[in-house]
């Protein structure tokens, strides 16, 4: 089996993956792994639609009482959508290019997991791999259902739950190398109800349009500012995702309008403070909310395992990583239950785009500072 990881990542894209995964691509996945000496334990969970999910721990054990350093992703890929140049699920090289859908977010990524795993002895440590078929949806079964069986096999004694976590999202902005995640803000999606008298438009009083009143209660919470940032933090937003009546005739007034929120909030807020806020808002409008908090806002301050990491990316690159806690939450909203987690990975610029693309050098690159961090945090000392 090549460890080339352009070959690798080539592999994985040829399998279409889009969210919930189960199935070929995870089968790719263990065939890279077994030959190195991996355990591998996979799990499939949910119905539809949230599932079914696909999630895969594979483990090789280092010496009795040696550190266990893990590397997570996922195999799931958000969907193609339009005006690709080539076919998104068939690997297109072309010039210094790597195209396909999940290059950068985050087949890439895994491949160069692999490639380095590839290159570090087994009696330097105790390494894993979490990967799971949901990431970019509800994750309802991903991440977080895997780290109870990872919980539940540790806890039969057939491996053990890792001391330090590299997520390999893409971080990186303008090169490889340029930023690496500490921490993440947190998310709430809130669905807003108002309730009102369906009747004919031209008899306005024997009605209650629900129309104006969604219209204020989101103009009151678009005008929030819910803050200015904070040390590690930029500022939290609100945005309005959605607004539906679904009213197809032009005489009747509706009986009901809805809307969406997504709230991303850093660590002057939580996640429930949010929703009550929401609610009370939606309330005085006579309106109703309903929330789903996908995870709250985290930090791994920085410490030894941030600056080994900044370590073996300068080794690598010569680029010193910004620490940062911008854009997006990911999986490390789960991870961090186990150990201090930290998040570095390819250039995001053509994530979740069309024609989505991987510098081929930034793969091989990428594998050899993946190698240098498993290797410094399997020689760590115990906190
Ligand atoms: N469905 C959940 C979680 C969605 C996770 C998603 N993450 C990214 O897009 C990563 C991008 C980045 O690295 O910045 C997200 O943040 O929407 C939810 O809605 O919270
Ligand atoms: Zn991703
Ligand atoms: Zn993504």
């Given at each position: 089996m090549s460890a080339d990881p352009v070959v690798l990542t080539e592999r994985l894209i040829d399998c279409p993956s889009v969210t919930p995964a189960t199935g070929s691509v995870f089968d790719v996945l263990q065939a890279m792994v077994v030959p190195m000496g991996f355990a591998v334990h996979r799990y499939i969970e949910g119905e539809a639609p949230d599932g079914p999910v696909e999630n895969l721990f594979a483990i090789r054990q280092g010496p009795a009482g040696s550190r266990h350093f893990a590397f997570a992703g996922h195999l799931d890929v958000v969907p193609p959508g339009q005006g690709w140049?080539?076919?998104?699920f068939t690997a297109e090289r072309r010039g210094e290019l790597l195209y396909g859908?999940?290059?950068?977010?985050?087949k890439g990524a895994i491949a160069a997991f692999v490639a380095a795993l590839a290159d570090i002895?087994?009696?330097?440590g105790t390494i894993s791999l979490i990967i799971t078929?949901?990431?970019?949806?509800?994750a309802r079964y991903g991440t977080a259902a895997l780290i109870e069986r990872m919980r539940a096999l540790a806890g039969a004694g057939e491996g053990s739950l890792p001391d330090l976590c590299l997520v390999g999202e893409?971080?990186?902005?303008?090169?490889?190398?340029d930023m690496m995640k500490i921490g993440r803000r947190g998310s709430v999606n809130i669905w807003l109800t108002v309730d009102g008298a369906q009747g004919h438009v031209a008899y306005p009083h024997l009605a209650d349009n629900p129309i104006p009143r969604l219209i204020a209660m989101l103009a009151e919470l678009d005008a929030l500012?819910?803050?200015?940032?904070s040390d590690w933090f930029q500022p939290s937003n609100l945005e309005i995702t959605d607004i539906e009546v679904?009213?197809?005739?032009?005489?009747v007034i509706p009986a009901q309008a809805r809307a969406r929120l997504s709230i991303r909030f850093n660590?002057?807020?939580?996640g429930q403070g949010l929703v009550d806020r929401v609610s009370a808002i939606a309330s005085r409008h006579g309106g109703t909310a309903r929330a789903v908090i996908s995870g709250e806002s985290f930090i791994t301050l920085p410490g030894d395992f941030s600056s080994l990491i900044a370590h073996a990316v300068e080794t690598e690159t010569g680029v010193t990583p910004e620490l940062s806690t911008t854009g997006g939450t990911s999986d490390a909203r789960f991870l961090r239950a186990l150990c201090p987690v930290v998040e570095f990975g390819l250039?995001?610029?053509?994530?979740?785009?069309?024609?989505?693309?991987?510098?081929m050098e930034d793969l091989r690159v990428l594998a050899r500072i993946y190698r240098r961090i498993a290797l410094a945090a399997l020689q760590q000392p115990s906190a």
């Open positions: 140049s080539s076919a998104p859908r999940g290059a950068v977010d985050m002895p087994q009696d330097a078929g949901d990431e970019e949806g509800p893409p971080t990186s902005v303008n090169r490889l190398g500012v819910l803050d200015e940032g679904g009213n197809p005739a032009t005489n660590d002057l807020h939580t250039c995001n610029a053509t994530m979740h785009k069309k024609d989505e693309a991987v510098a």
